[in-house]
Every structure is written in structure tokens, then in C-alpha cells.
């Protein structure tokens, strides 16, 4: 049996260039008809690991981080969202709206990856803060939005106060960290090559061109 090829996401559930650049990965995926020759792992990055619980005004935070305008922010926004409507995504930007931490989100994602889930509950995750202006910091949220993969409340409860995950997380964005990755989305290929950055469908089919013809597709 041929090997399939593996790809590492590594991305964070309040990125919107995340999901944007997996829209795109994924629309190339379909085109080469490589959908059940590849294996996708969500790698944990946290954009803010020392956001507080209450979160930051996401205007605010990208004047403190980045130094934007409110004109920035907006053209920002409008880029981000169009992209998103390229690809059957909607990005539903609103006033007040927080950026949050993402840690527990992580450690609910790591354990989705063992029961075939991640996947599910990604996607959920990404529409849960984008789409429908839900906090994703909050454990009831992220309780809701397990149960709305299958996830049963009591495994999700009892993986959020896992203290071996957490450090599983923990130890996963060190060493991505580590392997030179500061930007996300960072897809990795067969653990040998990445793409950094929302790219477009075209440069994620030409990577993947050549990896199917080394691995025989």
C-alpha cells in the first residue's frame, strides 16, 4: 500500500489566513483528486499564548500589535472576508469583537486527532469564532461545539483537565517553534518542505503534483 502524504497544519482557530489558506489547500486536494491519499494533522500554534481569558478588542489588539489603523483594520477585514467568499467561507467581522486564547481549544483539538475527529472539530471551531461571533476561550463553547462533532461532553471535560495533553500541546508548538516556524498557517509536506502564508490554490497543487508522482499516485 502506498504511503499517503502527510501534511502538517500548523495554525491557530482565531487565524482567518488559516482557514483561508486551507480552503485553498483543500479546493487543490479536490482538483488532483488526492483526497484519500493524504493525512492532515492540525498542529497547535497559539498567535497570543499570553492573551488573558477576558480577551482584547481585536482593533485595539492589531493597533498594539501591528501598529494598524482603523483604515488598516478595515481593508484588512474586507480583504479577509472577500477571500473567504471565494472559497464558501463567511467571515462575520463585528464591532467589539475579541480576540481570545486559544490554549484549551488546542488541548480539545489534540484529543479530537485521537478519536478521528480533529478534522470536525477544526472546521467547527473556525466557524464557531468567524461565522457565528462565538468566544472559542470559553470551555462551554468548546463543550458545545465537541458535542456538535460527536464528541460526548464527559471525554471533552475530562481531556480539557488532561494535564498530559496540555503538556503534549505545550511541547508541540515548542517544537515547531524550534523547527523555525513563527507565521501561521505553516503547511508542512512529508515533514520535508512547507509553505508559509494563505497561499493560493495553484502553489499548494504544484507542491503537491510533485509529492504524488514521488509517492506513485
Partial sequence: MTKKIKLDIISDVVCPWCIVGFNHLNAAIEELGLQDNVDIVWQPFELN????SEGEELRAHVARKYGSSKEDSDRARA???????NYGFEFNYFDGMKIVNTFDAHILLD?????GKQMDLKMRLFSAFFTEKKDVSKQEVLLEEAGAVGISREKAIAALNNEEIKQKVRTLE????????SGVPTVVFDRT?????????????QVLQ????????
Fill in 79 to 85: 480583504n479577509i472576508t472577500k477571500a473567504g467568499v
Fill in 49 to 52: 499564548p499570553d492573551m488573558p
Fill in 174 to 181: 515548542a517544537q515547531w517553534q524550534q523547527l523555525g516556524v
Fill in 210 to 217: 510533485e509529492l504524488a508522482q514521488q509517492h506513485g499516485f
Fill in 193 to 205: 518542505s512547507a509553505l508559509t502564508g494563505a497561499q493560493p490554490q495553484e502553489n499548494f497543487k
Fill in 111 to 115: 484529543y479530537a486527532h485521537s478519536v
